[in-house]
């Protein structure tokens, strides 16, 4: 059949990780899969207790409002407050969204459109480079490099400002796992009031931290005069599949947002509003044991993996282990060397990692494991890339 796609859908490059999934598909069971960042730790029990409850009230079934909940809304301000000391107004600076990856593409087609151009990091969540083709406007590549610890050139920032309508930024960072500091923040919001930009920071991994907990962009006292943030409860409290997420800021962007959200979707479900409203009151102590089980499975696989001489950096922040290929694999010249390797790596040792050069050509090089894996897998799979490392 001819292609159907709109032109604009034509657009997206294609799937990257189609041969990987058709490899998957091929190998079967045995597999341990490390490429997908899908949290695989069940929720807190008495998180689901609350939903359940949440399911008996007769007005959680009826169509939700669009912004939310005001008591949700205002729960998350409490929660901003408690966790960055930012006071957000409910009202007009806080939006729930159907899961951030919502927020981030509709952003982008409520703001962006042809002749616009938007920075997005490179390497980086796809989302942000194929919404903006999606929107007609021209995604410009900020690369990241290891040599600047994976954070943008705030010189290039400058340079590039006059011509960018928004600049999308995620720290900490998928698939780097880099952490912004606050200075970095204070001097995005610099530039960005400088020419006359907006600025998303993705700090859906905030809570995910192994030292200290990272920054908001709205702790910047100018920020919301041009930047809002997304956050998510799929990471933090392990419920993907719930899809919730919330956008905080600028009253200008997020009303943008929310005229596009009227005209697509009806909000975010009425229970698991009211749940998650409790699991942010309860953040500290639902968190915490995400987080350990998080940072022990980064030490195991990080030890394990290094123990058999693969030189890595321990991330920070994420469940995302950003590792750059063994010194053979750097030197092969033909096609890409992270999809080469990824592919090595599940024929070999069926373990799946996400290829570097999938996420922006920046990402060339490296590899992205997930650990979405309990220790004895993780162990499993790190020996079995050890014994195989040793024979090529
Ligand atoms: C940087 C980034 N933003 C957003 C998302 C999506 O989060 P949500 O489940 O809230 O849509 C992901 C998920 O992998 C992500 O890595």
């Known amino acids: ?3 159907i796609f709109a032109p604009r859908l034509n657009r997206i490059p294609p799937y990257l990780f189609s041969e990987l999934d058709r490899l998957k598909a091929q ?13 695989d730790l069940p929720p807190a029990r008495a998180l689901l207790a609350r939903l359940q409850q949440a399911l008996k009230r007769p007005e959680n ?27 957000l107004d409910p009202e007009n600076e806080v939006l729930m969204l159907l899961g951030s990856k919502e927020g981030a593409a509709h952003l982008i087609w409520a703001l962006c459109g042809d002749g616009d151009q938007v920075g997005v990091t490179d390497p980086g969540y796809p989302v942000y480079f194929n919404n903006t083709l999606l929107a007609g ?59 006359g930009f907006y600025v998303i920071n993705d700090n859906v991994y905030s809570e995910l931290w192994f030292d200290t907990p990272p920054p908001s962009i709205l702790q910047v006292p100018d920020a919301r005069g041009c930047a809002i943030e997304f956050h998510s409860l799929s990471k933090t409290f392990s419920i993907p599949g719930w899809r919730i997420g919330m956008a905080a800021g600028n009253p200008d962007i997020l009303r943008a947002l929310l005229k596009i959200k009227q005209n697509v979707d009806s909000g975010p479900f009425g229970a698991v509003q009211d749940a998650a409203a409790w699991a942010l009151q309860n953040y500290r102590k639902l968190a915490e044991p995400v987080r350990r089980a998080y940072a022990r499975r980064m030490k195991v696989f990080v ?5 058999v001489g693969w030189e890595l ?36 040792c069926r373990v799946v990692a996400a290829p570097g050069a999938g996420f922006g050509r920046y990402g060339e090089g490296y590899i992205r494991f997930a650990l979405i894996a309990d220790e004895k897998r993780l162990r499993t799979a790190a020996r079995r890339i050890g014994r195989w490392l040793k024979t090529v």
């Open 1 to 3: 059949m001819d292609n």
């Open 27 to 39: 190998l079967g069971r045995g597999l341990i899969d490390l490429g997908e960042g899908n949290p």
């Open 313 to 348: 950096t321990p991330p920070r922040a994420t469940f995302y282990l950003w590792a750059r290929l063994p010194e053979r694999w750097q030197q092969q010249v033909n096609g890409s060397r992270s999809f080469a390797f990824v592919l090595a790596l599940l024929e070999n």
């Open 303 to 307: 030890r394990a993996l290094q123990s």
């Open 137 to 195: 406007a021209t995604p410009v590549s900020i690369p990241l490099e290891e040599k600047n610890r994976f954070l943008p050139d705030l010189n290039l920032i400058d340079r590039l400002g006059p011509r960018l309508k928004l600049l999308c930024l995620n720290f900490p960072g998928n698939p780097t796992a880099a952490v912004a500091p606050l200075e970095f923040y204070q001097e995005v919001v610099r530039l960005a009031l400088k020419h």
């Open 61 to 87: 079934h009826r169509y939700p409002t669009y912004a939310g909940k005001p008591a949700v809304r205002s729960r998350l301000a409490g929660w901003y407050h408690q966790r960055f000391g930012v006071r």
